[in-house]
C-alpha cells in the first residue's frame, strides 16, 4: 500500500514539441516605424490592455500587442471572455509549472515572422507582462527601453549588463501587487537599471490611471525622440 501510494504521488514529465498558436492585434504597420509591444497581464488580453493603456496609439509608431499563448477564460455575468497568461507558477512555493522562456520563443518567432526584429522597439508590460519581460528581452535586439506597471522586479531575471533602461510605473492603492514590495524590489534592481526611475500614481491602483498614461505616451515619445537624434 505504501509503495501505491508513493507512485500516485509521483509526476513525470515529457518534454514535446507542439505547434501553440498566438494571437495578436498589430496596428499601424510601416517601414523603419518604431515598435511598441505590449504584455498584458495574467487573464487579460491584448486588447484589453491596449485599450487601458494606449487607446490613442500615435500614428508615429507601429503597435503589436501580443496575447499570451496560454489560454485562461474567465467568466463574467454568466458570458466566457478571452484571456490569456504568459507562463504558469505559484509563488507560495517557488514552482514553475511552464516556465516563461516558453512564451518568450513565441514571441521571438512571432516577430520573426513579420520581420520586426531589426526595429528599434520600447517594451511595455503590465502584471504578469511585466514579470515576463526580462525573459523574453534577452532574446530581441534594439530595445530601447523598458516600461512595467504594476510588478515587482527580480534582478536575476535580467541580463548582467543592461543596455537600456527599466522603469516602473506603480499605483499606491495596488492591491494586488502591494506598492512596497515593488518600490523595494526596484530598488534593489538599481545596481544592473541605474537610470531607471520608479513613478508613483497616488490615485491609482493595480490598473492605469489618466495619469499613467499621459506619463506612458511622454516617456515614449522622449525614447523615440532621443533614438532618433543617435
Do not use: C
Amino acid at each position: 500500500m505504501k509503495n501505491f501510494k508513493k507512485n500516485l504521488d509521483h509526476q513525470s514529465q515529457f518534454n514535446t514539441l507542439i505547434n501553440i498558436p498566438i494571437s495578436y492585434t498589430h496596428l499601424n504597420s510601416g517601414a523603419n516605424k518604431p515598435l511598441l509591444v505590449f504584455f498584458h497581464g495574467f487573464a487579460d488580453s491584448a486588447r484589453a490592455f491596449l485599450k487601458r493603456a494606449y487607446p490613442e496609439p500615435s500614428l508615429q509608431y507601429e503597435i503589436l500587442a501580443i496575447n499570451g499563448p496560454f489560454p485562461v477564460p474567465q467568466q463574467k455575468d454568466g458570458i466566457w471572455k478571452h484571456a490569456f497568461a504568459w507562463y504558469f507558477s505559484d509563488f507560495t512555493t517557488g514552482t514553475i509549472y511552464i516556465h516563461p522562456r516558453v512564451a518568450a520563443q513565441a514571441v521571438h518567432d512571432l516577430l520573426t515572422e513579420l520581420d520586426l526584429h531589426s526595429r528599434k522597439k520600447i517594451l511595455i508590460g503590465f502584471s504578469q507582462g511585466g514579470f515576463f519581460i526580462p525573459h523574453v528581452l534577452q532574446l530581441l535586439k534594439n530595445v530601447e527601453h523598458v516600461i512595467a506597471i504594476g510588478a515587482t522586479y527580480r534582478s536575476e531575471d535580467y541580463p548582467s549588463i543592461l543596455t537600456m533602461s527599466v522603469d516602473a510605473l506603480h499605483g499606491v492603492y495596488d492591491g494586488v501587487i502591494p506598492f512596497e514590495k515593488a518600490q523595494k524590489s526596484f530598488q534593489d534592481f538599481k545596481t544592473k537599471n541605474p537610470n531607471g526611475v520608479f513613478i508613483q500614481f497616488e490615485n491609482m491602483g493595480h490598473t492605469m490611471n489618466s495619469e499613467a498614461r499621459a506619463w506612458l505616451n511622454f516617456k515614449i515619445n522622449q525614447v523615440f525622440d532621443k533614438s532618433a537624434q543617435v
